[in-house]
């Protein structure tokens, strides 16, 4: 029987191999086999939550610091000739470690986006918070770059799309691939830099960027999103037949009714309540929600599953969608389309008249829907003004819906989930794919209705797995850190709203300060401030519950045609009941961590692409608007310049540096401001400005302002901006104490 290692072992191992610090690396350093890694698991638990290691991925590090050996990925040098480097394996919620590259004369060249394995120290120095030492580089694929190609005497070069990158490509005469002056192309890293620029080989011309659908082509190129079906996947789905009766509960009597968008792609859930005739739950209703049984059709293993588990989830523009299925199962078999039967996977839940839970029951299904529905059609029946197809719905059907969701509104007030106001911005096109208008969507009731009865039937699936002890993917959102919250805290004194310190955080508190803002002209501010303290949601195996909807448990369940985690839910609920033989495979629970850290990154990747592909259709409605002068307020601040996000768009513009005077600015990492040496004008988050559009590209996306007044005050001019307007910088440095302050008054004369 293997050994298994004291706490110190482990700790002393981990601390002398930075860089093997999995659970399978520990475990093969102590030769730890078979059942007995139940063990090892327990304890490396309980040097988690008894503070000694932080788990993030798939290791166990230091929570407090960077490894000693650390993976870096090199960024361009600064203005100076300095060399940093950006830290892969930072997982900090605070302020990203600057680190600091020494270099030797032994040490190959570097360059943007080598990947390295260095040796770290930890420094106090004022720009950076470590040195590192290369070991060696990381091997990686050829660079790739997006851009637009110019065609030149020697051959030409490649103008980059990222609004991110600043240096163009060199092309050889050889090596343009037959490219067209003014082409969208991709090329790849072909040798050294020549003539200070990398030198690169086309590998596809993707045509005219101009043409308002490359647009969404871009982010998709750009972030490497698959949009082509491999053909055994689609000769796979088109083999598919529909589900039959057999095995399933004949649900096609129910009136189960999808509501989505007006131009929803599919419709992948319905619902239908009525009032509950216990007596014993007077008051109360019935809910069912039918969710599309994809597990039927996507089995494990299948060219079907490994080509969805590849995508992880669907990724929507405004003028195409790039689905995690195959159309003939997204927009077909799997949709839940009007008068047709249809596999499902439903639960019955019961809830009493104050909103709360009470009873759920699964059951795998055959539906059949009497009707698709979208949000603003129901909602004008609700009010008094129904068409011919809500008509006969209304009272049936509508009305009992609206009941059951009046109940819930209830129970979400006592559960307090964070509430912010935040408009998304929504991106009209015209049929040719250019941008006629850029709305603020209508947040309906007919929305809040699915997405409460969404979220119920999400805690009834996680709560029956649990119950059942049937390994899942939970939707995990954990706690605020204690830096956001106290970077929270600061903003909202700014405007004037107190954030009670010193107690442990509830959604309700956060709450409290978003309705003590609403109304006012910090309203958005505290919005948007709350929203940056949040940590990012994920997908894992544990369960740490869902702080933001106030949950203890919670699983994605109702949405397997877009989002690949759904599909995992199913398919354990599928092994729970004992429906078939399509349920979760040994295989597919022993890689559950890795498939959740998969397709967490796969949704940060789509959402990445969908707000740049937002990005350049604003630069392109506002490319024809350059000279105009704008409202906005701050809301970034970086060491290259400040983000105003503009009032009517929503669109965010960089003020570069460069423009804001002839003074010279120190950047304040951790008040995240910018301060006049000579005038003392700090820039911060929040503040009132008024800026002129100086350019607007479409195919990168960026939009470049000057700011004319800043919180309803002209911009000062400042001093000279020559090398000899160094000395004010260290002035500045060594007036850092005096910045909150400063900060506080001149935010604070606001117009």
């Not at 304890?43 to 503070?51: A, C, K, Q, T, Y």
């Not at 470690?97 to 120095?125: F, H, K, N, Q, Y």
Request: net charge neutral; hydrophobic share 40%.
């Amino acid at each position: 029987m293997s050994r298994i290692p004291s706490k110190p072992e482990i700790l002393d191992w981990i601390a002398a191999n930075p860089t093997l610090t999995a659970k399978r690396d520990i475990a093969k350093a102590f030769g730890i086999k078979g059942a007995a890694r139940i063990d090892l698991k327990r304890l490396l638990r309980e040097l988690e939550d008894e503070g000694h290691l932080e788990k993030r991925k798939k290791t166990y590090q230091d929570p407090d610091r960077l490894p000693p050996v650390s993976i870096l990925q090199v960024l361009a040098p600064d203005s100076n000739g300095d060399l940093f480097a950006r830290p892969l394996e930072w997982h900090g919620t605070g302020v990203e470690p600057v680190v600091l590259m020494i270099t030797r004369a032994s040490d190959p060249a570097l360059g943007e986006g080598d990947r390295i394995l260095a040796r770290l120290t930890v420094v106090t120095a004022e720009d950076h918070n470590y040195e590192a030492r290369m070991i060696r580089r990381v091997g990686s694929n050829p660079k790739k770059i997006l851009g637009v190609f110019r065609k030149t005497a020697e051959g030409g070069r490649i103008l980059p799309v990222d609004k991110g990158a600043d240096k163009e490509w060199q092309v050889p005469s050889d090596a343009t691939g037959g490219a067209k002056d003014g082409e969208l192309v991709e090329a790849e890293l072909a040798g050294p830099a020549r003539m200070g620029l990398p030198r690169a080989r086309i590998v596809e011309r993707l045509g005219d960027p101009s043409a308002p659908k490359a647009v969404s082509l871009i982010a998709i190129r750009q972030h490497g999103i698959p949009d082509d079906f491999p053909d055994e996947v689609i000769a796979e789905a088109d083999a598919m037949k529909p589900m039959g009766l057999k095995g399933r509960e004949d649900l096609r009597d129910m009136p189960l009714v999808t509501i989505d968008p007006w131009d929803a792609r599919d419709h992948d859930d319905a619902c239908y309540a009525h009032a509950d005739d216990d007596p014993k739950n007077k008051g109360g209703h019935i809910i069912w929600v039918a969710i599309a049984d994809v597990a039927a059709y996507v089995t494990p293993g299948s060219a079907l599953d490994r080509e969805a588990r590849k995508r992880g989830n669907s990724t929507y523009f405004p003028d195409r969608v790039v689905p995690m299925l195959p159309d003939r199962l997204s927009g077909d078999l799997c949709s839940l389309h009007e008068g047709v039967p249809r596999a499902c996977i439903a639960v019955r839940m019961q809830i009493d008249a104050q909103g709360e839970k009470l009873s759920h029951k699964f059951v795998r299904g055959l539906m059949r829907s009497p009707a698709s529905l979208n949000y603003e059609e129901v909602q004008a029946a609700i009010d008094g003004n129904p068409n011919d197809r809500c008509g006969p719905l209304l009272e049936p059907v509508l009305q009992p819906l609206y009941d059951a969701y009046a109940a819930l509104v209830k129970a979400r007030h006592l559960r307090q989930p964070l509430e912010l106001d935040l408009p998304e911005r929504q991106i009209v096109l015209e049929d040719d794919g250019t941008v006629s208008s850029v709305n603020f969507k209508e947040r309906l009731d007919a929305h809040r209705l699915i997405e409460e009865f969404m979220v119920l039937a999400n805690v009834a699936a996680a709560e029956t797995l649990i119950a059942k002890k049937q390994p899942l993917l939970f939707r995990v959102h954990e706690e605020p850190s204690p830096e956001k919250l106290n970077a929270l805290r600061e903003i909202a004194l700014e405007a004037g709203f107190p954030l009670a310190k010193g107690q442990v955080l509830k959604t309700a508190h956060l709450n409290n300060l978003l309705n003590s803002a609403a109304g006012s002209e910090d309203a958005e501010l505290i919005n948007i401030s709350t929203l940056r303290s949040m940590m990012q949601a994920y997908y894992g195996p544990q369960n740490f519950g869902h702080f933001g909807l106030a949950l203890r448990n919670y699983a994605h369940f109702t949405s397997p045609i877009r989002r690949y985690a759904d599909l995992i839910v199913h398919r354990a609920l599928v092994t729970a009941h004992g429906w078939g033989k399509d349920g979760l495979k040994p295989e597919d629970i022993e890689r559950l961590e890795e498939t959740g850290q998969h397709i967490s990154d796969t949704e940060r990747r789509s959402m990445v692409a969908e707000r740049d592909t937002t990005d350049r259709y604003l630069a392109s409605y506002l490319s024809e608007r350059v000279g105009d002068e704008f409202t906005g307020r701050i809301s970034g601040v970086a060491k290259f310049g400040a983000f105003v996000k503009l009032d009517d768009s929503g669109a965010d513009g960089l003020v570069p540096i460069r423009t804001l005077g002839r003074e010279f600015f120190h950047f304040d990492r951790e008040a995240g401001t910018l301060m006049g040496a000579d005038t003392g004008l700090t820039i911060g988050v929040g503040q009132w400005v008024t800026a002129r559009l100086t350019e607007a590209t479409p195919v990168t996306g960026g939009v470049a302002l000057e700011l004319l007044t800043i919180d309803g005050e002209k911009m000062p001019q400042g001093g000279s901006r020559s090398p000899a307007g160094r000395a004010p910088r260290r002035k500045a440095a060594k007036g850092k104490r005096k910045t909150d302050k400063i900060k506080r008054k001149v935010s604070r004369k606001r117009s």
